[in-house]
């Protein structure tokens, strides 16, 4: 059984930074494409970040770009997302998530999910 694992949310100051983590198991992980998607309160979910299953490739939302770092550790089953310079924007729910074919950048597809963690921006 497919399951992921998320940790690493909280609260933290604007400025400030977080890493989450996602820790997998029930499957081969490192055949499977991991992403990171966020919600915020009243808005449609958004990809943010992508990493692949083979070649490290990544992408990043425009919104995150140069701040987030996506990072996988196959031999532990993790996929990190760290994130620096927080702005009251990126409050929301972060869940991570898995495909098996396709380019990472097409946050279309995704269909493992794990349960979420928040992450709330706040002075």
């Not at 998320?6 to 991991?34: H, K, M, W």
């Not at 958004?46 to 770009?65: L, P, R």
């Not at 987030?68 to 997302?81: C, M």
């Not at 927080?86 to 493992?112: H, M």
């Amino acid at each position: 059984q497919l399951q992921f694992v998320e940790s690493g949310g909280g609260l933290v100051q604007p400025g400030g930074s977080l890493r989450l983590s996602c820790t997998a198991s029930g499957f081969t992980f490192d055949d499977y494409i991991i992403a990171w998607f966020r919600q915020a309160p009243g808005k449609e979910r958004e990809g943010v970040s992508c990493i692949s299953s083979s070649s490290g490739m990544t992408n990043y939302a425009d919104s995150v770009n140069g701040r987030f770092t996506i990072s996988r550790d196959n031999a532990k089953n993790t996929v990190y997302l760290q994130m620096n310079s927080l702005k009251p924007e990126d409050t929301a729910i972060y869940y991570c998530a898995a495909k098996r074919w396709g380019p990472c950048e097409n946050y279309r597809g995704y269909n493992y999910w794990g349960q979420g963690t928040q992450v709330t921006v706040s002075s």
